[in-house]
């Protein structure tokens, strides 16, 4: 691992901290789809409980867990060795995923899904190496020196977003590999149309908040 400079060490801090901060706005909308959706099916006392005991627990640190793992991996990237990264943390990668614990490792698509994750962890190591050795004082000002334009910018992450498109069409088309949600290992009864509805919700919502983060950080010139 290569040794960190204090520039770089902070880089980190303010690409995790962004990071968690957009997770924490993208958990908000969730708990707002899943009082919406489940309305039919749960009062707003237990919408309420579900989400903080299920997704704003157990989903949160997952997420954040990932979000070390792929700073780990951006530390030690020199270029060349993405293939050994992947190999090295891909298990611990995975364990953490989303798509993983929530669907059903015997249907015939999980192997399909789980590959799709190991190739988003290809694609976004390079950009977050990229952050790390920016310079700037803010999560904004890295973005910029890093990626320059609006455009460079949205070319690295349609990369990403490729990935979260597979994801939803392999999942929109086989809705019976998502897990039913459980608490304390109890199954909540909600059906995997439900579900698959607040994940594309999420998404579109991620699609929305980014293009406002973009315009923040890229406004129009003004004429």
């Given at each position: 691992?290569?040794?960190?400079?204090?520039?770089?060490?902070?880089n980190?801090?303010?690409?995790?901290?962004?990071?968690?901060?957009?997770?924490?706005?993208?958990?908000?909308?969730?708990?707002k789809?899943?009082?919406r959706?489940?309305?039919?099916?749960?009062?707003?006392?237990?919408?309420?409980?579900?989400y903080?005991?299920?997704?704003?627990?157990?989903?949160?640190?997952?997420?954040?867990?990932?979000?070390?793992?792929?700073?780990?991996?951006?530390?030690?990237?020199?270029?060349?060795?993405i293939?050994?990264?992947?190999?090295?943390y891909?298990?611990?990668?995975?364990?953490?995923?989303?798509?993983?614990?929530?669907?059903?490792p015997?249907?015939?698509?999980?192997?399909e899904l789980?590959?799709?994750?190991?190739?988003?962890?290809?694609?976004?190591?390079?950009?977050?190496?990229?952050?790390i050795?920016?310079?700037?004082?803010?999560?904004?000002?890295?973005?910029?020196?890093?990626?320059?334009?609006?455009?460079?910018?949205?070319?690295?992450?349609?990369i990403?977003?490729i990935f979260?498109?597979?994801?939803?069409?392999?999942?929109?088309?086989?809705?019976?590999?998502?897990?039913q949600?459980?608490?304390?290992?109890?199954?909540?009864?909600?059906?995997?149309?439900?579900?698959?509805?607040?994940?594309?919700?999420?998404?579109?919502?991620?699609?929305?908040?980014?293009e406002h983060?973009?315009d923040?950080f890229?406004?129009?010139?003004?004429?």
């Open positions: 691992m290569e040794s960190l400079t204090d520039e770089q060490r902070r980190i801090y303010l690409v995790k901290r962004e990071f968690i901060r957009e997770l924490d706005h993208g958990l908000g909308k969730i708990k789809l899943i009082s959706e489940y309305s039919g099916l749960l009062t707003n006392i237990p919408s309420n409980i579900f903080y005991m299920y997704v704003r627990g157990g989903v949160r640190n997952n997420i954040i867990n990932q979000i070390k793992i792929s700073l780990k991996m951006a530390v030690e990237y020199d270029g060349k060795n293939d050994q990264l992947v190999e090295k891909k298990a611990d990668y995975l364990t953490n995923d989303l798509i993983s614990l929530h669907c059903k015997d249907h015939p698509i999980f192997a789980q590959e799709i994750t190991i190739n988003n962890m290809y694609s976004r190591v390079p950009i977050l190496h990229e952050l050795h920016a310079k700037g004082n803010t999560y904004e000002d890295l973005v910029k020196h890093a990626f320059t334009t609006k455009e460079s910018v949205r070319r690295v992450l349609e990403q977003l979260i498109d597979q994801w939803i069409e392999l999942l929109g088309k086989n809705k019976d590999a998502i897990r949600p459980n608490i304390a290992k109890l199954e909540i009864p909600i059906a995997s149309e439900t579900i698959f509805k607040v994940i594309v919700g999420t998404y579109d919502y991620g699609l929305a908040r980014l983060k973009l923040g890229f406004p129009p010139a003004k004429v």
